[in-house]
């Protein structure tokens, strides 16, 4: 029996066709939707420059980091040549030493140390002496027994007292009944120098140091200035800013003003002290020449003033004998009469006085503007004739 299909084809809903007006509606979202992106897509912008500017940023300080390592790894690279070097050094001298069986110091004969009396200003060069000089027998100080006695041995007055019961316990017990400071002291060197430290070192040390940077000024030298300040510097931990800046402080006025046009500025104290020496030989040098060019002045000044003085002396005394031979001439002869022998005289010493203005310079060498104001008044008052007539 065929199937009904009626109700089948009545059941099938074709769906309208779409109205126009609903494109709207979907062209209004994909506007929000492209709005939307672009404007993730302008913090995924933002966000890798920023990235890429923090990696620039890392990119150069890593740089910096291995240029700095580069440094270090070059300076450790010299350190270790040159401790290779001193090892092959040290291995020499020492097959030296085994074949000759003598110290270098028995062949340089260094200066022995100044023996130490307690005084406090002078325990820390003592010790210094003290290492110095031992460093030149290390077959005869291998030992801190050895450096120990012999530092016993140049002590005198205080420091002598502190340290005579050691030495007595020392010299007159086997090691095994010694004291335990004996045994301390004899046995390590630097327990011996802690030892002088602790009875004789100034207290405060690097607050006396530090005083006395603080009142250092320059009143002579700036070699001297400089000498002093290292060794007060020495003592302090400060950075080198400070010392600098402290250096700047106690210098001359005039070295301070000479520095003001320095160019390139000091970094280091060194390059300060270099620069401070050069520019107080300079200043001192112009100085010199200052004091120098004042003195030549001054003689000058002297020199033609005698010039002058002499001049008008010369002058007076020239005019006497020719007034003189004038008027003997004039008693023989009776023609010349008094005008025309004035007139006559004027001009012939007119003509002197020229004569002796040429001739004066290079009698007297070079003068100044007072010594030219002394010729020149000598001859406004000779040609005047005001008081040399008669």
Known sequence: MPMNTDDDEEGEIVAPPMHPKSHKDEVKKLRRRLKHLREQHDELLNSARRNATISQGKIERLEEQVGNLTSIAKGLGEEAEKTQRLYKEHIEHTATLVATGKDPGEILRPRQPDSYDGNAEHLQGFLTALRSYQLYYPVQFSTDEMKTRHAMSLLKGKAQRLMEP?????????????????????????????????????????????????NL????????????????AAKLDWNESAHMDQVYLGLK????????????????????ANIVSTT????????SLSTSAKAGITVGSVIGGLGAIGLVARLVLRRKNRKSSQRLTDS?????????RYELHD???????????????????RVDDRAAAGYDRAYRTFNSGSGLRN
């Open 166 to 214: 050691i030495v007595r316990d020392y010299v007159n017990n086997p090691r095994h009944e010694r004291k335990d400071m004996t045994r301390l002291v004899y046995d390590k060197y630097e327990n011996f120098e802690q030892e002088l430290i602790h009875a004789f070192g100034l207290a405060n040390e690097r607050r006396e140091a530090e005083s006395k940077i603080r």
């Open 253 to 272: 006025e005039e070295v301070k003003d000479a520095l003001v046009n320095i160019r390139p500025k000091p970094k280091t104290l060194n390059d300060l």
């Open 217 to 232: 000024r320059q009143t002579g030298s700036a070699a001297a200035y400089l000498s002093e300040y290292r060794y007060q």
């Open 280 to 287: 107080q030989s300079t200043t001192q040098s112009t100085s």
């Open 347 to 365: 001009e012939r010493t007119h003509e002197m006085h020229a004569q002796n203005l040429v001739e004066l310079p290079a009698d007297y060498g």
């Open 332 to 340: 023989d002869a009776g023609k010349p009469n008094e005008e025309t």
